[in-house]
């Protein structure tokens, strides 16, 4: 008899050891995924603002190069009336 107690005794013991094992494992697995979410997230903002950042500066290019092809073609027009006049 004495036997069989100490067997489920023992047993007991390991079954406590496991399921602290396992609770302590699925915390950790909780916060190594959530510390992945947060990873994502701060790869996902910073994508966005690299985006809204090129997208900035290939607008300033664009009206950059508006302004300039606009400057053209007044200098051009100034230059064509300059020598029609003659």
Do not use: C, P, W
Not at 78 to 86: A, D, E, I, T, V
């Amino acid at each position: 008899m004495e036997t069989v107690y100490f067997g489920l005794g023992a047993l007991t013991v390991m079954v406590v050891m496991l399921i602290t094992v396992v609770v302590i494992g699925v915390v950790r697995l909780k916060k190594v995924l959530q510390e992945l979410r947060d990873e994502r997230e701060v790869r996902r903002n910073i994508t966005d603002d690299v985006r809204r950042d090129i997208e900035n500066v290939h607008r300033n290019i664009h009206d950059e190069v508006s302004g300039l092809n606009r400057q053209i073609d007044s200098r051009y027009d100034q230059l064509r009336n300059m020598f029609s006049k003659k």
